[in-house]
């Protein structure tokens, strides 16, 4: 099998993304087996954390296009986007880098409508920084949906067999309770049966996190899980999806964890990000669903209080890297599925 092509975007200059990126394409020349990474960045950027990881800046390739890349283990091909950011500061909130980070996002995404990647990954970018810039997006997943026009999909926290999927991320607590409706409910539920399909696995069982303690206890505890939840779940029954619940978090978790589950419906951001960190830090990964390429990231943030320092592990970068590689070749038969399910 030919190795894709993947994208991957530099994140926040100023945080950790470029040592991590540094480390992962020098450090592991596995990588290189599965795979063709082109940086879309900054060189400048990348030379300085090349340097802060005790590598040669010169092993810093730049290329006009992914077409162009040397496809050398000793060798980093970055494709420039934008003016230099070499100058900005490790560890401090800048609307120059947020703004970079933004612009290394939108051209990997025209690199793929053009058929020039297979896939996307993405190093963390700050979410104040990229406001800074003048790009008001809550995060990654809304941008990459923007720019490649899609509505439905949703993040996905993945590590092993198990895939947590959220029906709402980077809001408000208020914000989240109110974007959870039935038909939120029911098109995330959709693509998780369309993922699950095009992986093999048409009847694989969803379990669905209910929203208030103890799934609403009978209303005891709110009404969402009885009025918005139960009802969507019994639609998407109707139409030969394997869902269960609202179920208890606190108990359909843990099962999940310990291998009752492998496809998990989360209401909120936290309710599936919190746990799944405590569990699997370095070892999981974060992939958006919904869109026509796979695009994966790591689970973790900027770290703006050690970036520079040459010290930030790189353990889900590669393993982003790894997991981009495995489901690109496949990835069009996932983009097909969720379309179909579209309605």
Known sequence: MSRPTLAVTLGD???IGPEITAK???HHPEVREYSRPVVIGDADALRNAVAAVGGDPASVNPVESPADAADDPAVIDVV???PSLGHVPPGELSAEAGDGAARFVIAAVDLAKRGLVDGIVTPPLNKAAMHLGGHAWPGHTELLAHEFGVRDYSLVLSAGELSFFHLTTHVSLRNAIEGITRE?????LRLMSAFARAQGSPDEP???????????ENRLFGDEDADVLAPAIALAREEGI???GPLPADALIPAAVNGKWKLVAVCYHDQGHAPFKAVYGDDGVNITAGLPVVRVSVDHGTAFDI???GIAREASLVLALRRAAELAPGWGHVWQASRSDAR
């Not at 939120?184 to 995330?188: D, H």
């Not at 969803?206 to 609403?216: D, F, Q």
Request: aromatic content about 0%; proline content about 3%; hydrophobic content about 40%.
């Open 13 to 15: 200059v100023a945080g």
């Open 24 to 26: 992962s394409l020098l």
């Open 80 to 82: 420039q986007t934008g």
């Open 184 to 188: 939120r409910t029911l098109e995330v």
């Open 206 to 216: 969803i379990g669905v996190a209910g929203l208030n303690p103890h799934a609403g």
């Open 242 to 244: 394997n869902a269960h």
């Open 307 to 309: 970036a520079g320092r």
